[in-house]
C-alpha cells in the first residue's frame, strides 16, 4: 500500500468508514507482522508515522480533513483508533524485536578466543616482597630501606662480623673497585644482607623500633638453579622495652600463617648468626604436603625457612654510639631474615632462580 | 661432619634413647643431624651432621656426646689415655715459642723405636680400624692414623714429625721472606713474614696450624717421632692459610678457637695408639704455654649470669614453672660451666667457662645455652605490645603509582642484572665519567654497577627477541648508580622497553606495529600521575650531541617537567639494534624517578560534567613538514576560550599522493592533518553565532601557527 492506494472516500456512513478503515488496519498488522529487524521497525514507522509522506498523515488529509462536518466526528474517532493501532504496533515491534531468522544472520563464533588487551605481571618477587611487608604493616612494622652500595661498617663491622672473622667467609663480597687504602670500615661494597639498614634504623631513631626491610642483595655466587649474585632479602627488626624470644617465636609464627595458611606449624632451631643471640632457623611444616612427607620437602615434612635470633648486644653497643638508648640492660630486640626467592620459588613454583632475572614475557605472563 | 653412633655411646655407655631419636634431639639443639643411614647390626648409624661455625667444639665425636649428656643429663665418660712411664731423656726436647703473639701453646712428645705399619682396633677407646672402617675413612698407617683418630675423637689437631729429620729442636716463628717449604700435599711454598710457621733451628716444617711439611713426614722406616699438639692464635692460622690458599681440618678448627687445654689429651691418645705397636716415650712431655693466651682462654674470668636476665630476654614457656634456676645450673653445669652463687639466696652465678667454648664469653651467650638445651619449641609464641603507628616511606605511594600505571599499559615488572659491562654504562650513562667499576666484578660484562637500567632491558628485550618471543613490553623499577668509587650515588629509576605488535591476542582484529606514540603514551600515563603544570617533550638537532646515543637521533624525546629533563625514550639506534642482532624495531627509554618522586602526586579533583550539548567541528589543515603538532596545539590553548573543551589530532597524512607541494625529489613538503573541536558550555546551550566566531579565531589561531584550511 503506498500513499495513491488510499481512496478517496466518497461514502461515510458508518458501514463504508469501518470497510476502509478495517482495510487499513489490517494492512498495517500485516506490515508489522514482517518486521524482522531494527531496520524495519524504521521503516514501519516512516511508512506510517512519517510526519510528512506517513500513511496515517495522507490518511489525515484524504478522510479526516476532506470529510462532511456531520462525518468528522466518526472518522475522527476512528482515525484515533487506527493511529492508536499503529503506534501500539511500532511499540510492539520494537520491544519483541527481529525474528529469529533476522538475528541467526548475525551469529558470530563465539569459540574464537578473545581479544584481549594485555595486562602487566607484578614480578613475583615484587609480589612476594608486598605480601611480606603487609602481613608485618598489620603487626605495626613501618618499612626501612637502605643503598645497595654499603659500608664495611654498616653490612659487616656493625653487625657483629669482626674484620678478620670467619663468619665473613660465608658471604662471599661483591667489592667496588679501588677500596684497599681506605680504612676497612669505610671500603664500599654489595650489601650481602638488608641488615645494614636495622643500624641505619636505630642510628636514626631511638627505640620502640619495628621495621620490615625488604630489599635486593648482592653476593659473589655463581649462579645455579637456586643461587644467583643477586637476590632479595627481607628483613625485620623489633626493638623495645621487654622484647622476648617467645616474642619472637609468637610474631614469626603468626606471619607464617598469615603467608601460607592457618594451618602451618613452626619449629625453631638453634642456629648462629653474629647479629643475633640467641639464634634460631625456623622450619614451616610442609605447605605441599601438611607435614606427612613429599619431595618437596625431602620427606621431613618441614621446609627451612626463617633466620632470626634475639639482637646481639654488640649490635645495640652500635647503635648506641648514636643513639644511648640502645642499652642493653634496658631494651631488647629480635631481628629475622629470609631469602624472597626461595619463597616466590615455593609459592609459585618456579624451578630455576634464573628465570627471575631473565625477564622473559612468557614466563613473567604466568604472573598476570 | 660425619658421626658414628657407636663412637659416641662409647662415651655415653647409659643412653636411653635410639639412633632417630638421639638425631632429632641433637637437631633441636643445634647440632643439625640431616641424615641418618643405619650401619648394621651392632654398628649403630653413621649421621651426616652440619654444624653452625661457631660451634667447632661439637665438630667431633666427644663434643657431640657431651651434648647428648647435657639433653639427657647422664654421666660422659672422662677421657683418659695412661701412657707407660717415659725413659729418661738426656735433656728435655728444645721447644721454643717465638712468635708469642701467635703461638699459645706447644706440646711435644718424643717417642723412640717406633713401628710404621697397619691400624688395628689398638685398645678400649682407639677401635681405629673399626670406626674407620664404618666411616669408609682409609686407613694410611698407625701414625696418620693416629691423628686423624684423635682429630675425629676430640676435635683436637696434632701433627707426628719424624724426630730424625728435625734437626736441633722446635722453634714457633713466623717466616722469612723467601723461606721455601714443600707442605705435605707436595707443593714448594715460598713464604713471607705474614706466615706462622714450625721450625728446627735450620729450616722451616710445617705452617702452623695448617700443614705440615713433606720433608719431615712420617715414612715407613721411621722409628723415632716427635708428637705436636698445640694451640694457635686463630688470626695468624687464618692468615697463613688464607695467603697459600689452603683450608684443612686443622686449620678450620684453629682459626675458629681449638681448646686450649685439649693439647696434652689429644697428644697422649696419638701416643698411646703408636706405642700400641710398640717403642717408648723419651722424657716428660715438653709443654711450653704462653700465659697471656692461657688466660684469655682456659683461665678466663667468670661471667656473671642472673635469673632475672635469663628471663627477661627468654620470655614465656609454655611450661607454667617457666625457666628456674635449678634449669639454669643443671643445663650449665653439663656443659662444661662452674657455676657458684653470686650472693646466698639469689638465684645470680658466677660462671667459669669451659675450654672448649671458646665462643661463650657473655651472658648473652650463657642465656643462648640454656635455652638451646632447654628446647626452643617449649617456649611459648606470645606477641608484643603494639608500638607506633606505622609509617610509609615518603615514595612509597608514588611507586606505587608508576608501577601500577605501567601494569595497566600492559607492561610486564622484569628485573635485570645489578651489573653491566663498562662499553654498556659509557654508552648510557646519564653523568659519562662517573660510572663506578667493581673490585672483583662477575665477569667482564658485569664489570660495572649500572649507571642506567637501560643495559638490562637491552638484554631483556634482545633475549625475548631472540627466543622468537616477538611480543615484548617490560619495565623495571630499580636503583641506578653513579658517582666515584669513593663515594657512590643510587638513585631510583624505571626504565621500559617495546617491541613486536599490538594487539598481542585477537584472532580478529589485525595486529600492527607497536610504535614511539604507543609508547610515548605511556610515559604520558606515568607522568600524569603527577602534579606538574609543564610536562613536555622535545628533542635536539644530531649535532648537538644531547640526544643519548643509544637512541635513535630523529625518534627520541626528552621528557621534561617544569624545566627538568626527567626521561629519554625512543627508537633503540639502529646501530644499537644490529650490534644486539636485532632486526625489528625496539622502543625503549628511561625515566629518572628521584625527579619525579619530587612532585606531588595528583589528587583527582571531579569537575561538574555539562548537562548542554557539545559541538563538534573539524578542520582540515595542511601543514609544513617542519610544523609540528606542537605548534597547533600552543596556538590552540593560547586561544583560552573556556568553551573550547577539547582538542586532538583526529587523522595525519602524509603521502606524496596528495601533491602537496612536493620538493624538487617528489617527496610532500606538505602534510595533511584533521584538526577535531569540540566546544561546550556548562551553562547554556551554544548558539550558532558563538560558534561561528569560536569557528573563526580557530582558523586564524592555526593560520599563525602555519596552517591553512584545506579547500
Ligand atoms: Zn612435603
Not at chain 1, 524504521?42 to 479526516?64: D, N, Y
Request: charged share 25%; proline share 6%; net charge negative.
Amino acid at each position: 500500500m503506498t500513499n495513491d492506494d488510499i481512496p478517496n472516500l466518497t461514502a461515510f456512513d458508518d458501514a463504508a468508514l469501518d470497510k476502509a478503515f478495517g482495510a487499513v488496519e489490517q494492512q498495517a498488522k500485516s506490515d508489522a507482522a514482517a518486521i524482522d529487524g531494527p531496520q524495519a521497525v524504521e521503516a514501519f514507522r516512516l511508512r506510517w508515522l512519517g510526519r510528512k509522506q506517513g500513511l496515517l498523515k495522507e490518511i489525515s488529509t484524504r478522510w479526516l480533513k476532506a470529510s462532511p462536518v456531520e462525518a468528522r466526528k466518526p472518522v475522527g474517532e476512528r482515525f484515533k483508533t487506527l493511529q492508536a493501532l499503529v503506534e501500539g504496533l511500532l511499540e510492539q515491534s520494537s520491544v519483541t524485536g527481529p525474528t529469529d531468522a533476522a538475528l541467526a544472520a548475525e551469529a558470530i563464533d563465539i569459540t574464537l578466543p578473545g581479544t584481549r588487551r594485555l595486562t602487566g605481571a607484578e614480578h613475583p618477587i615484587t609480589r612476594t616482597l608486598n605480601e611480606i611487608t603487609r602481613v608485618f604493616a598489620a603487626l605495626g612494622y613501618s618499612v626501612g630501606v637502605g643503598p645497595e652500595v654499603e659500608t664495611d661498617f654498616y653490612n659487616f663491622e656493625s653487625m657483629n662480623f669482626p674484620p678478620g672473622h670467619p663468619a665473613r667467609d660465608t658471604q662471599d663480597t661483591l667489592v667496588v673497585a679501588n677500596q684497599d687504602r681506605r680504612p676497612l670500615r669505610d671500603r664500599l661494597l654489595l650489601r650481602t644482607h638488608t641488615s645494614p639498614v636495622q643500624m641505619r634504623t636505630m642510628e636514626s631513631q631511638p627505640p620502640p623500633v619495628r621495621i620490615i626491610i625488604p630489599g635486593k642483595v648482592h653476593r659473589n655466587d655463581a649462579q645455579d638453579a637456586t643461587h644467583s649474585p643477586i637476590f632479595h632479602q627481607v628483613e625485620g627488626l623489633c626493638v623495645d622495652s621487654n622484647i622476648t624470644f617467645s616474642d619472637l617465636k609468637g610474631t614469626l609464627d603468626h606471619a607464617m600463617k598469615a603467608l601460607f595458611g592457618s594451618s602451618v606449624k613452626t619449629r625453631f632451631f638453634p642456629s648462629f648468626f653474629p647479629f643475633t643471640e640467641p639464634s634460631a632457623d625456623v622450619q614451616i611444616s610442609c605447605i605441599f604436603c601438611g607435614g606427612n612427607g613429599c619431595r618437596k620437602c625431602k620427606n621431613s615434612g618441614w621446609i627451612e625457612l626463617l633466620g632470626c635470633g634475639m639482637v646481639d648486644p654488640a649490635v645495640f653497643a652500635f647503635a648506641a654510639q648514636k643513639q644511648p638508648a640502645y642499652d642493653p640492660k634496658k631494651i631488647s630486640g629480635f631481628a629475622f631474615g629470609m631469602g624472597a626467592e626461595r619463597i616466590a620459588m615455593m609459592k609459585y613454583g618456579i624451578s630455576e632462580i634464573g628465570q627471575l632475572y631473565a625477564g622473559d614475557m612468557r614466563f613473567l605472563g604466568q604472573f598476570v | 661432619m660425619k658421626i658414628l653412633t657407636k663412637w659416641l655411646k662409647s662415651y655415653l655407655p647409659d643412653l636411653p634413647v635410639d639412633d632417630a631419636k638421639l638425631a632429632e634431639d641433637l637437631t633441636l639443639r643445634g647440632i643439625a643431624v640431616e641424615g641418618v643411614y643405619p650401619l648394621g647390626d651392632g654398628n649403630g648409624s653413621l649421621y651426616e651432621t652440619d654444624i653452625t661455625t661457631n660451634r667447632v667444639d661439637a665438630m667431633n665425636h666427644y663434643g657431640i656426646a657431651r651434648e647428648a649428656a647435657a639433653i639427657y643429663n647422664l654421666q660422659l665418660q672422662p677421657l683418659d689415655f695412661p701412657l707407660p712411664a717415659p725413659r729418661p731423656g738426656d735433656s728435655p726436647f728444645p721447644v721454643k715459642i717465638e712468635a708469642l703473639n701467635d703461638c699459645g701453646r706447644f706440646t711435644a712428645r718424643v717417642l723412640r723405636g717406633i713401628t710404621i705399619g697397619d691400624s688395628r682396633d689398638w685398645f678400649k677407646g682407639a677401635e681405629v680400624a673399626t670406626y674407620f672402617g664404618l666411616l669408609e675413612q682409609k686407613r694410611i698407617s698407625n701414625a696418620v692414623d693416629a691423628t686423624n683418630f684423635a682429630w675425629l675423637a676430640m676435635g683436637q689437631p696434632t701433627h707426628a714429625f719424624d724426630l730424625d729429620k728435625i734437626e736441633g729442636g722446635i722453634v714457633v716463628r713466623r717466616a722469612h721472606k723467601g723461606e721455601r717449604l714443600k707442605t705435605l700435599d707436595g707443593i714448594e711454598r715460598i713464604l713471607d713474614s705474614e706466615d706462622l710457621i714450625i721450625a728446627d733451628h735450620v729450616k722451616p716444617l710445617g705452617l702452623a696450624g695448617v700443614m705440615g711439611g713433606w720433608d719431615t713426614m712420617i715414612t715407613p722406616s721411621t722409628t723415632n717421632v716427635l708428637v705436636e699438639a698445640a694451640w694457635f692464635e686463630p688470626m695468624a692460622v687464618r692468615r697463613t692459610a688464607r695467603r697459600h690458599g689452603l683450608h684443612t681440618d686443622a686449620s678450620h678448627r684453629f682459626e675458629r678457637g681449638a681448646d686450649f687445654n685439649a693439647a696434652p689429651l689429644a697428644s697422649a691418645l696419638v701416643s698411646s695408639i703408636l706405642l700400641a705397636n710398640g717403642g717408648s716415650i723419651e722424657g716428660d712431655l715438653v709443654d711450653v704455654r704462653v700465659a697471656e693466651f692461657e688466660a684469655r682462654t682456659a683461665d678466663r674470668k667468670p661471667v656473671p649470669l642472673a635469673l632475672n636476665e635469663v628471663r627477661r630476654i627468654l620470655g614465656t614457656t609454655l611450661d607454667a614453672e617457666g625457666i628456674t634456676a635449678a634449669t639454669v645450673e643443671s643445663v650449665l653445669k653439663a656443659l662444661g660451666c662452674a657455676l657458684s652463687n653470686r650472693h646466698e639466696g639469689q638465684a645470680a652465678w658466677l660462671v667459669s667457662l669451659p675450654s672448649w667454648r671458646l665462643d661463650l664469653d657473655r651472658e648473652v651467650d650463657l642465656i643462648e645455652e640454656v635455652a638451646r638445651v632447654y628446647g626452643y619449641n617449649r617456649f611459648a609464641n606470645t606477641l608484643p605490645a603494639f608500638g607506633e603507628g606505622v609509617r610509609a616511606l615518603p615514595w612509597a605511594e608514588s611507586e606505587t603509582a608508576v608501577r601500577r600505571t605501567l601494569l595497566s599499559a600492559g607492561f610486564h615488572e622484569s628485573i635485570a642484572s645489578t651489573f653491566c659491562s663498562a662499553a654498556e654504562a659509557a654508552l648510557t650513562a646519564p653523568q659519562p665519567g662517573l660510572t663506578v667499576p667493581l673490585g672483583n666484578p662477575l665477569s667482564e660484562e658485569a664489570g660495572v654497577l649500572r649507571p642506567s637500567l637501560v643495559p638490562g632491558m637491552l638484554t631483556m628485550i634482545a633475549g625475548n627477541l631472540h627466543r622468537d618471543v616477538s611480543d615484548v613490553r617490560l619495565f623495571e623499577l630499580g636503583t641506578v648508580f653513579s658517582g666515584t668509587t669513593e663515594k657512590v650515588d643510587e638513585r631510583p629509576a624505571m626504565a621500559f622497553g617495546a617491541a613486536g605488535s599490538l594487539p598481542e591476542q585477537g584472532a580478529l582484529h589485525p595486529p600492527r606495529a607497536i610504535d614511539f606514540h604507543d609508547v610515548k603514551g605511556a610515559v604520558e600515563q606515568v607522568l600524569a600521575q603527577f602534579e606538574a603544570r609543564a610536562v613536555y617533550f622535545d628533542h635536539f638537532p644530531p649535532e648537538s650531541g644531547l640526544t643519548p646515543e643509544w637512541l635513535h637521533p630523529y625518534r627520541a624525546a626528552r621528557v621534561a617537567v617544569e624545566g627538568v629533563t626527567v626521561g629519554w625514550f625512543g627508537q633503540l639506534h639502529p646501530r644499537q639494534a644490529s650490534a644486539r642482532k636485532l632486526k625489528e624495531p625496539v622502543l625503549v627509554g628511561e625515566l629518572y624517578l628521584d625527579r619525579l618522586y619530587k612532585l606531588p602526586l595528583r589528587k583527582p579533583l571531579a569537575k561538574d560534567i555539562s548537562r548542554f550539548q557539545p559541538v563538534r567541528r573539524d578542520f582540515s589543515l595542511i601543514l609544513d613538514q617542519s610544523i609540528g603538532w606542537e605548534k597547533i596545539d600552543r596556538a590552540l590553548a593560547g586561544l583560552q576560550i573556556p568553551e573550547l573543551v577539547d582538542w586532538r589530532v583526529r587523522e595525519v597524512f602524509r603521502d606524496a599522493r596528495l601533491n602537496l607541494r612536493p620538493d624538487a625529489n617528489g617527496s610532500a613538503r606538505e602534510y595533511s592533518l584533521l584538526l577535531g573541536t569540540t566546544f561546550q558550555a556548562p551553562d547554556r546551550t551554544l548558539r550558532e553565532e558563538e560558534l561561528q566566531s569560536f569557528q573563526a579565531r580557530v582558523v586564524e589561531a592555526v593560520g599563525k601557527a602555519g596552517a591553512r584550511l584545506r579547500s
